[in-house]
């Protein structure tokens, strides 16, 4: 579509004067408030040397799926929303009793003859419980602690409603119960509290109630609005009063509802490669009614939905909101936590997955060259050698280069064991002399609107020194920051 290069300048954070200048220099008059084709555009970019990504790859996904027309969280009228069932993740310290209570809710429900059959854990399933009077359903993901759910979130999908807190009653509030209470905090979850394992002796459910309190979380009947309910995840006790009060808790916080009878869309909670079968992925709908025979696509993978199995082991023929499945016929395995959502056609659905996947190998590729950085500096300061990242700073302006070097001095590294020296900092292209003090020095170069100049890249490449190019101050910080934090020993 073209863009001025004042917007495109802006968009790149450079100085527009500079892209005219550029383009003088390659032969074409052109001003700064003019328009100028993609082409004219790419031409600057790689004149720039940019490997800088502008575009996040949510937004990027999101582009490509409105190249098809394709909306992603797309809700549909309004007056096509029905209420649906909670998606619940169970969290809490280690051993405090998650799989045994996913295995206790869900064996309580084949008892009741629900479906009559033996469950196989396909990563979530489905029960019902009367609740008032009425039966309620509840999904749970079926993938215990918080690794999935963080998963998940990383990838931008919310993949649980509500999350249930688990805490062992003979041994309270732990490092991980707080870790998962902050998950749930960060991703705005309400919680619901399940005091486990009071058929012990030394069980002391008030212990935890004030535990948690001076954490925030405030039992009602201390006048807060988290529900607490005390149970046996081994001896069965009280598995329907944990249900009720999840029920309770997701009438009272949240507004349930979804469109189902728009094409389905949701994501993946987890998947694998099916000897028998091929790959195999248990999806969770999100909006929509999924049904066999549609085209789907799933992250890198697509297909036709050949066949769709419920956590009973039965073979289902659609699947509404909130309802888990496992479903069939993917050309690929795809990744926990990625989207999934209904094409038009075969073709459609293939079209999108081979660009997912060129992008994602591109993604793949790229975050390996930063790792091997990363490697280095963690098996050296494991050595205890190096726990300084050292940094030659260049830019193109002298206040460029003070930027940078002052927001650099701010970040925080999250404590004492690491720190940013800048050796040497300046004004102008990389040279080859940069590239040789950084190779003495173990550093990295941090190109700001610049580019190397004569054989530095070589050099670069013959020595192992990494340049990285910026135009966005806060996108170096924020990677710098990021492996400075890789750099940071593990707490225990
Ligand atoms: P997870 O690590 O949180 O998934 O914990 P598990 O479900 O594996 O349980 C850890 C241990 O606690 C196992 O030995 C369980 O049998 C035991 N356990 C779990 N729930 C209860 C309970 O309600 N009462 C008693 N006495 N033991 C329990």
């Given at each position: 579509?073209?863009?001025?290069?004042?917007?495109?300048?802006?968009?790149?954070?450079?100085?527009?004067?500079?892209l005219?200048?550029?383009l003088?220099?390659l032969?074409?008059?052109?001003t700064?408030?003019e328009?100028?084709?993609?082409?004219?555009?790419e031409?600057?970019?790689?004149e720039?040397?940019?490997?800088?990504?502008?575009?996040s790859?949510?937004?990027?996904d999101?582009?490509?799926?409105e190249?098809f027309?394709?909306?992603?969280?797309?809700?549909?009228?309004?007056s096509?929303?029905?209420v649906?069932?909670?998606?619940v993740?169970?969290?809490?310290?280690?051993?405090?009793?998650?799989?045994?209570?996913l295995?206790?809710?869900?064996?309580?429900?084949?008892?009741?003859g629900?479906?009559?059959?033996?469950?196989?854990?396909i990563?979530?399933?489905?029960?019902?419980?009367e609740?008032?009077?009425?039966?309620?359903?509840?999904?749970f993901?079926?993938?215990?602690?918080?690794e999935?759910?963080?998963a998940?979130r990383?990838?931008?999908?919310q993949?649980?409603?509500?999350?249930v807190l688990?805490v062992?009653?003979?041994?309270?509030?732990?490092?991980q119960?707080?870790?998962?209470?902050?998950?749930?905090?960060?991703a705005?979850?309400?919680i619901?509290v399940?005091?486990?394992?009071?058929?012990k002796?030394?069980?002391?459910?008030?212990?935890?109630?004030?535990?948690?309190?001076e954490y925030?979380?405030?039992?009602?009947?201390?006048?807060g609005?988290?529900?607490?309910v005390?149970?046996?995840?081994?001896?069965?006790?009280?598995?329907?009063?944990?249900?009720?009060?999840v029920?309770?808790?997701?009438?009272?916080?949240?507004?349930?509802?979804?469109n189902?009878?728009?094409?389905?869309?949701g994501?993946?909670?987890?998947?694998?490669?099916?000897?028998?079968?091929?790959?195999?992925a248990?999806?969770?709908?999100?909006?929509?009614t999924l049904?066999?025979g549609?085209?789907?696509v799933?992250?890198?993978?697509?297909g036709?939905?050949?066949?769709?199995?419920?956590e009973?082991g039965n073979?289902?023929?659609?699947?509404t909101?909130?309802?888990p499945?496992?479903?069939?016929g993917?050309s690929?395995?795809?990744?926990?936590?990625?989207?999934?959502?209904?094409?038009?056609d075969?073709?459609?659905?293939?079209?999108?997955?081979?660009?997912r996947?060129?992008?994602?190998?591109?993604a793949?590729?790229?975050?390996?060259?930063?790792?091997?950085?990363l490697?280095?500096?963690?098996?050296?300061?494991?050595?205890?050698?190096?726990q300084?990242?050292?940094?030659?700073?260049?830019?193109?302006v002298s206040?460029?280069?003070?930027?940078l070097e002052d927001?650099l001095?701010?970040?925080?590294?999250?404590?004492?064991?690491?720190?940013?020296?800048?050796?040497?900092?300046?004004?102008g292209?990389?040279?080859?002399?940069?590239?040789?003090?950084?190779?003495?020095?173990?550093?990295i170069?941090?190109?700001?609107n610049?580019r190397?100049?004569?054989?530095a890249?070589e050099?670069?490449?013959?020595?192992?020194?990494?340049?990285?190019y910026?135009?966005?101050?806060?996108?170096?910080i924020e990677?710098?920051?990021?492996?400075?934090?890789?750099?940071l020993?593990?707490?225990?």
């Amino acid at each position: 579509r073209g863009a001025s290069l004042t917007d495109f300048a802006e968009k790149i954070g450079v100085d527009p004067a500079q892209l005219v200048q550029m383009l003088f220099g390659l032969g074409e008059m052109v001003t700064a408030t003019e328009s100028v084709n993609d082409e004219t555009l790419e031409l600057l970019g790689e004149e720039l040397n940019y490997v800088v990504q502008v575009v996040s790859p949510e937004d990027e996904d999101r582009e490509l799926l409105e190249s098809f027309d394709i909306e992603l969280g797309d809700e549909g009228d309004e007056s096509d929303w029905t209420v649906r069932p909670p998606v619940v993740t169970v969290m809490g310290h280690v051993d405090h009793g998650k799989t045994k209570l996913l295995d206790a809710i869900r064996d309580a429900n084949v008892i009741e003859g629900e479906a009559g059959g033996i469950t196989q854990h396909i990563g979530a399933y489905q029960v019902s419980t009367e609740v008032e009077g009425t039966e309620r359903k509840i999904t749970f993901i079926d993938t215990p602690g918080h690794e999935a759910f963080t998963a998940m979130r990383a990838r931008g999908s919310q993949s649980s409603d509500l999350a249930v807190l688990v805490v062992a009653a003979d041994d309270g509030v732990m490092p991980q119960t707080i870790e998962a209470l902050n998950h749930a905090k960060a991703a705005g979850v309400p919680i619901v509290v399940a005091i486990n394992k009071i058929d012990k002796p030394e069980a002391d459910p008030t212990k935890i109630r004030g535990q948690l309190t001076e954490y925030g979380v405030i039992p009602e009947e201390y006048g807060g609005d988290t529900m607490f309910v005390e149970i046996s995840a081994k001896s069965r006790i009280n598995i329907e009063g944990l249900l009720e009060a999840v029920v309770l808790t997701a009438d009272a916080s949240l507004d349930l509802q979804a469109n189902a009878v728009q094409d389905a869309q949701g994501i993946v909670i987890e998947a694998h490669l099916d000897r028998g079968r091929g790959p195999v992925a248990t999806i969770l709908v999100q909006r929509g009614t999924l049904r066999v025979g549609e085209s789907i696509v799933a992250g890198p993978a697509h297909g036709r939905v050949r066949a769709m199995i419920d956590e009973y082991g039965n073979e289902i023929t659609e699947a509404t909101p909130s309802r888990p499945a496992m479903v069939l016929g993917l050309s690929a395995v795809p990744g926990a936590g990625q989207s999934f959502l209904v094409v038009e056609d075969d073709r459609m659905a293939r079209q999108i997955a081979e660009k997912r996947e060129a992008r994602e190998r591109a993604a793949l590729q790229a975050k390996r060259r930063v790792r091997r950085t990363l490697e280095d500096f963690m098996a050296s300061m494991e050595k205890g050698e190096s726990q300084e990242l050292n940094l030659i700073l260049k830019g193109d302006v002298s206040g460029s280069v003070e930027a940078l070097e002052d927001a650099l001095a701010k970040v925080d590294v999250g404590g004492d064991e690491v720190s940013i020296r800048v050796i040497d900092r300046g004004v102008g292209a990389i040279t080859e002399t940069n590239v040789d003090l950084a190779a003495a020095s173990d550093a990295i170069i941090i190109g700001f609107n610049v580019r190397p100049q004569g054989k530095a890249t070589e050099l670069a490449d013959r020595e192992g020194v990494e340049i990285r190019y910026y135009s966005v101050i806060y996108q170096a910080i924020e990677e710098i920051e990021a492996a400075l934090k890789g750099m940071l020993k593990p707490e225990y």
